[in-house]
């Protein structure tokens, strides 16, 4: 059986390669009703972005991790990363690398993200 961090890795890389996929009902699944992701234009809802994706005016072509920190409380799981978002926005090509903080519950056995925060990282 596997432990609660490696639980949220693979989550973590699942949600990663749907994000790829472009496909919004299975991006949906790793989120609750009320999911949000913040940023640097501020606060946009599960909805506002899943019909961003939805609507073609954002695809991604690159979703991955390469350094992660997990860290579990009981019910919830912070997930720290830093990684790439690389795809289209609008038309115009865009290419993140950033570290995104992801927070997650338990709810019926199930792991699902209740908000991300991302913000630019530097290259090392």
């Not at 019910?75 to 927070?103: C, M, P, Q």
Request: hydrophobic share 35%; aromatic share 8%.
């Amino acid at each position: 059986m596997m432990d609660e961090e490696q639980e949220l890795i693979l989550l973590g890389k699942s949600w990663d390669e749907a994000m790829v996929r472009n496909n919004v009902e299975e991006i949906a699944q790793y989120m609750t009703d009320d999911w949000v992701i913040v940023g640097s234009n501020g606060i946009t809802t599960r909805g506002m972005f899943l019909e961003s994706i939805k609507s073609g005016s954002v695809m991604h072509n690159k979703m991955d991790s390469d350094e992660m920190t997990i860290k579990i409380y009981g019910d919830t799981g912070i997930v720290i990363s830093r990684g790439t978002s690389a795809g289209t926005y609008n038309g115009k090509s865009f290419n993140l690398y950033e570290w995104s903080t992801s927070v997650f519950i338990r709810t019926e056995g199930n792991w699902r993200c209740v908000s991300t925060m991302v913000t630019p990282a530097i290259k090392n």
